[in-house]
């Protein structure tokens, strides 16, 4: 699976008054998202400190950061539709060879054309009925704030239109397009035949058709809303427009406005030169012992992911700091990128994982307690890849290594304790109630601003610019699957789904017990095939009520799952994150294979521990 971003090869695309005219709406799209990025982290902040400071809260600043949030989350999907960046499954376009890309790149642009291009329509009509609506703090039409989505829609149906006319010259864009409009033609025609069938049509929409678009690339954003779409309007008397109203709840939690604000404090830690400190201090004091450097990389994900919720910021922090100096020392580049996978699994529940804040918010369980909870989980589990590391270095050859003296090694804990306190800056802020688990991550911002301009001296304000834009792109990518996740999982609810679903969890024999094993097993494979996110929006309102009358602690039903598609997500072939860390290394994803088995024994085995001890997850609370 991959989330990065086609090349635009300028050779290939679209010349004349066509490209003038969607390069300048990418320009004014990117323009539109930084401004409302940075509007959206300083009225975060205002919040703050307006509330901690002066004991006035502000009473209007969440209704203005929903507003600004939706425009934000939709214009940044629009710009992850320019760049061809939306999160999709590679792994069968890769293995049908070069000769056949054409044809899945011309596959995955066309459903989303598709799926823009219906939806428009019903977008318009939701914030047409919004314009009655009065919101309640700013007593303005609400109409300002649901305008974004057929905006947003609209922007991503012109830009799939440009992807797709940058194919034209492969004669496969043709095959690709011919199929989907002669799928949709079929499905439309047999609609009146589809009603009848009554609950089989979730197997055809939901497991037929949303399996097939995931295997052909199509992105799952995509895969997830076109089979909502079509169940809805092929099958049932519910108007499409409901979706769009799914979708808009699905992406407007408040909970959800730490994604971009995390995402952009983890490239703004690369920027300032924090994270490479804490690697350098790390790397003095354990670079000694065998394995020393292997065991730095788990230390420092360990703590980089306590600062930037982002697991490809992490790994792009972390990798360039140490790989250099582990392959002088005689690690091969395979055994490398299998640990960096591995790590990135370990860390999914340290806080402020962006997948404990998705869990947070469409699990209906407290942030705070899930920033408290997920700090020994993965700790269990970073012992386990210790434990790993010692013994695949134990014959390691350290004669030419030279100890740190341990003056250095202070002058560069010093060098480091800013960026070190970070990770429990933000922890103390949301445990005291200083910050909710939404507004920390501004204090973070302007925590490394300041300790970028005035301590680390390194803060180039040209690179702001096109980091904001890039994290509006990422975050819009991750946002509209949950969108789309959310539409699926309410469609799925109310098609009595999720009570038989209960009814089955319930007649298992076993009790809890099993319920934790199938859930295990169930969120590797989510997590390989559906990419993190995704499987935790899709399944977690239908799952967790079951967990709670089976008295599983939400806390600890919360690590189990995240545990578990972590492991999924970061284990080739499928998990996405393997890719990205191979991608971040720069090492061919076949050399990690091997090596990386024994890290996933020890991830599955920590992983056990931790299901079969909830006090690990609960303990502190």
């Known amino acids: 699976m991959s989330s990065h971003s086609m090349s635009l090869d300028p050779s290939a695309r679209m010349g004349g008054p066509w490209r003038w005219f969607e390069d300048g709406l990418y320009k004014l799209t990117g323009l539109c998202a930084a401004l409302l990025l940075t509007s959206v982290i300083l009225l975060l902040f205002i919040g703050v400190i307006s509330r901690y400071v002066f004991h006035a809260p ?84 609400n109409v300002w704030r649901a305008a974004a989505l ?43 035949q589809l009603k009848p069938l009554g609950n089989y049509n979730l197997l055809i929409f939901f497991v037929l058709i949303v399996g097939v678009c995931v295997f052909a690339s199509v992105p799952i954003a995509m895969a997830f809303a076109l089979a909502t779409f079509g169940y809805l309007a092929l099958t049932t ?52 012992v065998r394995g020393g450097l292997s065991y730095v990389l788990v230390g420092a994900m360990y703590l980089v992911s306590g600062i930037s919720g982002s697991k490809a910021a992490d790994m792009a922090a972390i990798a360039p700091a140490l790989f250099p100096e582990m392959i002088k020392r005689g690690s091969k580049k395979g055994d ?46 970073g012992l386990g890849l210790c434990a790993v590391i010692a013994y695949r270095y134990r014959n390691e050859d350290l004669s030419a290594v030279v100890r740190t003296p341990w003056r250095t090694v202070g002058k560069y804990f010093m060098i480091a304790l800013p960026a070190l306190a970070l990770p429990f800056v933000i922890r103390a802020a949301v445990v ?110 239908l799952l967790f009520p079951i967990a709670r009358s089976m008295g599983i602690h939400d806390v600890h039903y919360a690590m189990v799952v995240i545990l578990s598609m972590g492991l999924g997500l970061f284990a080739p072939p499928f998990g996405v994150g393997y890719y990205t860390a191979c991608a971040i290394a720069r090492v061919d994803p076949d050399e990690g294979m091997r090596p990386i088995w024994g890290y996933m024994l020890a991830l599955l085995i920590g992983l056990i521990i931790v299901a079969a001890v909830p006090w690990i997850s609960i303990g502190f609370l």
């Open 432 to 541: 005291e109630g200083v910050a909710t688990a939404t507004e920390v991550s501004t204090i973070g911002i302007f925590y490394a601003i300041f300790a970028g301009l005035v301590i680390y001296r390194q803060f180039d304000w040209r690179k702001i610019y096109p980091m904001l834009i890039d994290t509006a792109a990422l975050s819009g990518a991750i946002l509209i699957i949950i969108g789309a996740a959310s539409g699926m999982a309410w469609a799925l609810t109310q098609s009595g789904f999720s009570r038989e679903l209960a009814q089955f969890m319930h007649s298992l024999p076993g009790g809890a017990n099993t319920f934790l094993i199938v859930s295990i097993i169930a969120f590797i494979i989510l997590g390989s095939l559906l990419e993190g996110i995704p499987a935790i929006v899709l399944f977690g309102p």
């Open 150 to 192: 057929p905006v947003g829609f609209a922007l991503m149906a012109v830009f799939s239109l440009g992807r797709l006319l940058d194919l034209r010259k492969d004669s496969k864009t043709y095959l690709a397009v011919g199929l989907l409009l002669l799928v949709s033609g079929l499905l439309w025609l047999i609609g009146p």
């Open 58 to 141: 502000l009473t209007w600043s969440d209704e203005l950061s929903s507003i600004l949030f939706l425009w934000l989350s939709m214009t940044g999907a629009a710009l992850a539709t320019y760049r061809v960046a939306h999160m999709r499954m590679t792994a069968v376009a890769t293995h049908m060879g070069e000769q056949w890309q054409g044809f899945f790149s011309a596959l995955s642009i066309g459903a989303m054309l598709l799926f823009f291009s219906l939806i428009v329509y019903p977008a318009y009509l939701f914030a047409e009925e919004e314009l009655y609506v009065t919101t309640s703090a700013l007593q303005i039409s």
């Open 237 to 288: 008397r519910m108007p499409v427009m409901t979706l769009v109203g799914r979708i808009d709840e699905g992406m407007s939690h408040l909970m959800l406005l730490a994604i971009p604000a995390f995402v952009f404090l983890g490239v703004l830690l690369e920027m300032t030169g924090m994270a490479r400190a804490m690697v350098q201090f790390l790397a003095s004091l354990l670079g000694h």
């Open 336 to 381: 490398l990128v299998a640990l960096l996978s591995a790590t990135g699994a370990q860390t999914e529940t340290i806080p402020p994982s962006i997948v404990l804040i998705t869990v947070g918010s469409v699990a209906s369980v407290s942030i705070s307690a899930l920033f408290i909870g997920g700090l020994l989980p993965a700790l269990v589990l």
